[in-house]
Each structure stands twice: as C-alpha cells, then as structure tokens.
C-alpha cells in the first residue's frame, strides 16, 4: 500500500475494487506543439495595453506531460486558452501538428480549476457531451463514456448529478468528460488547486497512469511548484507580466512518482528559488497599483 | 420550540388579539367585524359557490393572462439575446418601464378596451412580461463563463452551443423569472379585476365593499392571500428550489 492510499483510505479502497488495468481503446495519437514569437495583449480601460505573454517560444513533444509554473498573473492560463483555440494570440503563431490553431477542437480539451461541468446533465451526460457533439451514435457514446468512467473509478456514478458529487469526483468526472473524447492534447489548468492533499495525491496517481495508458499530450498549469515536479517530465517557469519562459528543468526522476520523495522535494526547490523572484515581482507590482490617498 | 409551535402561537394570538379587540367594542362591527362572522363569510361565500365561481373565473383570466405574458417575454428575452440592436436599445426600455406599476396601464386598456376581459389580460400582461424578459436577459448574463468556454471546448458552436449549453445553463435565473412574473401577475389581475370586470376575486373585494359587508371583504381578501400563497409557495418555490439545488446555486447543495 502506498502512503497516498494509506493517507486516504476509503479512496484506496475504490482503487482496490476497480480492475488495475483497463482494455483502454484510445485511438488519438499524441499531438506536438509549437508556439513561435506569441505575444498576447489586451486593452485596458484607460491605460496602457496590458501584455499577458510575451515571446513565447516553445515546442511541445508529442506524448510530452509538460507542467507550467509561474506566479498568478504570469499569463498561464491565457496559453492554455490558446493552445485551445478559445482565444488567439496578437502576435505570432501557435501549431499543433504543424497546423495553425484556428478555432476550438475536441483534439484538444481543457479542463479548469473548477471543473466546468453541466449540472444539468448527470455524470455519464455530461462525459457523452462532447462525443454527442461529435455526432457519435448513442451507443458508442453510452459504450465509451462506461470505459472512462471506469478508468476515472467512477462506475456506478452514471446517474449521479454533480451536486451530488465530492470535489474530488467532480474533477475525475471532468477528466472523463475530456478524455471521452479522445483528445491528443489535454490541458489542464489549475485542476487539482482547490482539492484537499490526500485527493489531489490520488489523482496525481490517476492521472499519471491515464497519462501513461493514453499516451497524450498533457500540459498542466499549476501554481505547486511540487505538483509540477512530482507530474512533469519537463516543467517550465514563467515570469510574472509580460509573461515569458524563463527557464526550464527536464524531470527524469523514475515514475510512478510520489510527492514526498526527496528528489522530486529537491528538484522542487530549485524550481521554487527562482518562481521566489517573480512572485515578489507579482507582489511589488499590484502594491504598486494600491492607489495612494 | 418546533417552528410548527412558533407559528401556532403566533397565528392563536393574533387571532386572540383578534377576539379581544373586537369585545371590547373599541370600533362599531361593520367597521371591525369578529373573527367569527369572517368565517360565516367565508364559509357562505363557499356554501353558495359565488366564491368559486370568483376563483375560477380569475385562475382562467391568471392562466391565460400569464401564459401569453410568459410566451410573450420569452420571445422577447431570446430576441434580446439574439441581437445587440435590441439589446442595447429595448433592454433598458423595458427596465425604465418596469418601474411602472401595473395598474397605471389601466386607464390606457380600459380606453382602448373598455370594461371587457381583454382589458384584464392587457394589465395583467403588462405587469408580468417586463419582469419576465428582464430576468431572462440578466440570467444570461450570469451564466457563468466556464460552461460556454467547456461547451465550445468539447465541440459545441452557434445553435448547439445555445440549446445544449447556454440555454440549460439559465434555466434557474429563467425559473426565478417566471416566478416573480407570477407574483405580478396575480397583483395585476386583482387591482385590474377591482375595477374593470364582472365576476372574479377583485370583483367580489368590490361587492363587499358596496354591500358594506366587510367580513365579507376581509374573508376574500383571505381567499386572495391564501391562493396566491399556496400557488407562488408550494409550486414555484419548490421548482425554484429543485433548479438552485441542482445547478449548485442555492446554499444547501
């Protein structure tokens, strides 16, 4: 028994009675992308324009789990949000497998923080949403939405609505939802932020192993710079406004990880000197903006 | 102390108030009648079915009044929804309007109408459709952002994303919308009834009156408080309810 599972005993029980391993079909392959010169701004009212991101070079492995860290304001999310295609940058260009992002695509699925799911649909509703938009046939949604619900340990749940659900179930249903639809990116921004320790450690676990089982493109957004190394196989800093890459690390620690294992705490602590920086920047900046009497 | 207790209390004292008051002779009968002869009223009023005549008249007039009242906002609240010309041209109309008490329409139907029915449906349209579209229209701006974000994300766009997500998404607000549409409904239709009509809750108020029978009054009054109670507490508080609890608003969840 691992201490993650020790430390949350009725969730390691449900890893127990949950087959280990899943006849998984996931027919996405893994996509690679690429970010060159993106610059992201927007107008404020009465003021300068305020740059999110800036100069952003980057080139993201197929099959990479690739973690951002950086102080909150550092633009994070905004790359995500174009990586999704759900906004677009003012300069430069974004590719995913080599083909300019244009709109949003069920390639590649966001999830948030928090977790975004309809309460108007239950559990297995809400995972069939996007395969339903697909225009799959209600059979193969009802057939897939079984085996992901699984490999997120949530069989059973089907009929459940999200109220009724954990904060903690809430994020593996959305985790379902978006691998349902067999994404070859997922993105995930800030997902496990507002969960308490003992879940997130487990679906750290979960999430490796679905990483592993499913082969995509993971890039995770996260402010826990332990998070970032205890997931990542490349984790990479970014500075408060404008945001840009300010350095990374590649993580070859073994896998399966553990939070509490001394390197991945080393590692962390290295990355953590240096977000130390920009978040005292992040800080000086908005008490900067405290208007003075 | 059960909150059933609580109000038994309260409702017996006030009745006992009630009975004290009226011994001790302070006003003249006609003017302050018993608690009893409010329930001979009442139950004579029922006995001889003038006062279910009176309910079922004014629930038609209500039901039909309401029920354009809601097609009729609906239709507005998406057509707001749809165009930025309405949006920013109709929408605040309709606010500046809603400040308008209902009854202020009425000399206006009753010159366009004269004394009929349409002249009822017309104040009690005009009291609820405003309140309906303006509840609508603030409901969609109160969706929260994530779920349009998660629906185009997973694939959903243009008439999809309205009827599978953004619609769904303000029923709640749509639900509070119908709710207190129904409250001015109820208001509009009594004062328009008061003035306008033959038969009815609002007329039966002014029966009484002429006829100098105030139990009579105060026992339709009672009908009025009661109907409306039991229709805006039992049927929309609940469904409201169901929605806040489902959609993750209300705070018991």
């Not at chain 1, 800030?190 to 490796?208: G, I, K």
């Not at chain 2, 005549?53 to 057509?79: E, H, K, N, Q, T």
């Not at chain 2, 603030?138 to 629906?151: K, V």
């Not at chain 2, 109907?227 to 806040?244: C, K």
Request: aromatic fraction near 8%.
């Amino acid at each position: 028994m691992s201490l993650a599972q020790l430390a949350a005993p009725e969730a390691a029980q449900s890893l127990h009675i949950a087959p280990a391993h899943h006849m998984l079909d996931y027919d996405a392959v893994p996509a690679s992308i690429r970010l060159r010169a993106v610059e992201q701004s927007f107008q404020v009212r009465k003021g300068p324009r305020l740059v999110a991101l800036s100069n952003i070079d980057l080139d993201i492995q197929a099959g990479e789990f690739l973690c951002i860290v950086g102080p909150s304001g550092c633009g994070k999310s905004s790359l995500l949000s174009l990586i999704a295609g759900l906004a677009f940058p003012t300069n430069g260009e974004v590719h995913v497998n080599d083909r300019v992002v244009t709109g949003p695509g069920t390639d590649r699925i966001l999830i948030f923080q928090e977790h975004g799911l309809f309460p108007w649909l239950t559990v297995g509703q809400n995972v069939e949403f996007g395969m339903h938009m697909m225009g799959l046939s209600r059979r193969v949604r009802r057939e897939r939405a079984e085996q992901y619900l699984q490999l997120v340990h949530l069989n059973g749940f089907r009929d459940s609505y999200i109220h009724q659900l954990s904060g903690g179930m809430r994020q593996r249903v959305a985790i379902a939802r978006a691998l349902a639809t067999q994404p070859s990116v997922l993105l995930m921004d800030e997902p496990f932020a507002a969960l308490d320790a003992q879940t997130r450690d487990m679906l750290h676990d979960e999430l490796e192993r679905i990483w592993k089982e499913t082969g995509c493109t993971i890039i995770f957004v996260t402010h826990n710079v332990r998070e970032a190394v205890r997931l990542g196989s490349r984790v990479i800093l970014m500075t408060y406004r404008p945001g840009t890459i300010r350095s990374q690390l590649d993580i070859v620690l073994p896998r399966p990880r553990r939070m509490d294992d001394p390197r991945v705490a080393l590692l962390a602590r290295e990355v953590l000197d240096e977000l130390r920086e920009e978040i005292n920047k992040a800080v000086a900046s908005e008490f900067d903006h405290v208007p003075r009497s | 102390m059960s909150r059933v207790l609580k109000n038994l209390i309260f409702y017996g004292s006030i009745l006992g108030a009630w009975v004290l008051l009226t011994h001790a002779k302070i006003w003249p009968p006609y003017l302050f009648p018993a608690p009893l002869s409010v329930w001979q009223s009442l139950q004579a009023g029922f006995a001889d079915h003038s006062f279910w005549v009176a309910i079922g008249v004014s629930m038609r007039r209500v039901v039909i009044g309401y029920g354009l009242a809601v097609a009729m906002g609906m239709a507005l609240g998406f057509g707001i929804a749809a165009s930025r010309f309405l949006e920013q041209t109709v929408a605040p109309l309709l606010t500046s309007l809603q400040s308008l008490p209902s009854i202020c329409w009425l000399p206006l139907a009753m010159l366009w109408f004269g004394l009929s029915e349409k002249a009822i449906y017309f104040v009690i349209i005009a009291g609820s459709v405003l309140s309906i579209t303006i509840s609508m229209e603030s409901g969609r701006h109160a969706i929260p952002r994530i779920y349009s974000q998660a629906g185009r994300n997973l694939g959903a766009h243009g008439w999809r994303l309205f009827v599978y997500v953004l619609l769904p998404a303000s029923l709640p607000h749509l639900v509070s919308g119908l709710k207190q549409g129904w409250a001015f409904a109820w208001r509009a239709l009594v004062s328009g009834e008061m003035i306008v009509a033959g038969l009815g809750l609002g007329q039966l108020l002014m029966v009484g009156r002429d006829s100098n029978d105030m139990s009579m009054v105060l026992a339709v009054m009672l009908v009025i408080i009661l109907l409306g109670w039991a229709i805006d507490g039992l049927i929309f508080r609940n469904v409201e309810g169901w929605f806040n609890r489902r959609w993750g608003l209300g705070a018991t969840s």
